[in-house]
């Protein structure tokens, strides 16, 4: 069993910051990647940062320059800041971990949490 659980979010106000924080745990044998995606109203699940293991953070462009993802490889723990919030950073967000169950196991699956609401007030 493996859970993905996310925290932090909750209403901002413009200008302001958000940092989220995502826990994966269970039975887990590696973490490959972990990211954070978000899904605005009316709008598709769009990519915020990712970030594979020994690799680059990526960045969507929206968030370039004001967001920053980092990982505790020791807690399978992801975070993420997005400074200067605008009412378009507006969503819920997502966190995913892709992941590696057994050793050996060249599947990899991924996992999302619930999400987390992120309201930027003007």
């Known amino acids: 069993q493996v859970q993905v659980v996310e925290s932090g979010g909750g209403l901002v106000q413009a200008g302001g910051s958000l940092r989220l924080s995502c826990a994966a745990s269970?039975?887990?044998?590696?973490?490959?990647?972990m990211g954070w995606y978000r899904q605005a109203p009316g709008k598709q699940r769009e990519l915020v940062a990712v970030?594979?293991?020994?690799?680059?953070?990526n960045y969507a462009d929206s968030v370039k320059g004001r967001g920053t993802i980092s990982r505790d490889n020791a807690k399978n723990t992801v975070f993420l800041q997005v400074n200067n919030l605008t009412p378009e950073d507006t969503a819920v967000y997502y966190c995913?971990?892709?992941?590696?169950?057994?050793?050996?196991?060249?599947?990899?699956?991924?996992?999302w949490g619930q999400g987390t609401q992120v309201t930027v007030s003007s």
């Open positions: 269970g039975s887990i044998f590696s973490i490959n990647g």
């Open positions: 995913n971990a892709d992941l590696t169950l057994r050793p050996g196991d060249r599947t990899e699956f991924r996992y």
């Open positions: 970030m594979r293991s020994g690799g680059r953070p």
